[in-house]
């Protein structure tokens, strides 16, 4: 069992920036991949990002390709995601999800990742 946290949301103004971070405890593997998602009200989760451990290549959605970085901090079992020139329209729960037999065609689809966490809001004012 692989227990996730994140934590790092709030409210920030358009433009502003958020550094969200999900710590893994449990029994995390060094092999798991972790994937960020957002979910906005009344619409389905999304994916935002991954990074495959065992890679080390991350993967980003077109739209936020150049704005948000996902990095890894292996003695903590921390993951996060960087987030630069935020734009109301990415407003929503984010939520961190791992997975260690994950592979890239699937990334994207959240039901395919075996742990999630409970989210963090994250709210861009315009």
């Known amino acids: 069992q692989v227990q996730l946290v994140e934590s790092g949301g709030g409210l920030v103004q358009a433009g502003g920036s958020l550094r969200l971070s999900c710590v893994a405890s449990g029994r995390p593997s060094s092999r798991d991949t972790m994937g960020w998602f957002r979910q906005a009200p009344g619409k389905e989760r999304e994916f935002v990002a991954a990074l495959f451990r065992s890679s080390g290549r991350s993967y980003y959605t077109d739209s936020v390709k150049g704005r948000f970085t996902i990095s890894r901090d292996n003695a903590k079992n921390t993951v996060y995601l960087q987030m630069e020139s935020l734009r109301p329209d990415e407003t929503g729960v984010y939520y961190c999800?791992?997975?260690?037999?994950?592979?890239?065609?699937?990334?994207?689809?959240?039901?395919?990742?075996?742990?999630w966490g409970q989210g963090t809001q994250v709210t861009v004012s315009s």
């Open positions: 999800e791992s997975d260690s037999t994950i592979i890239i065609s699937s990334m994207r689809d959240n039901r395919q990742y075996d742990y």
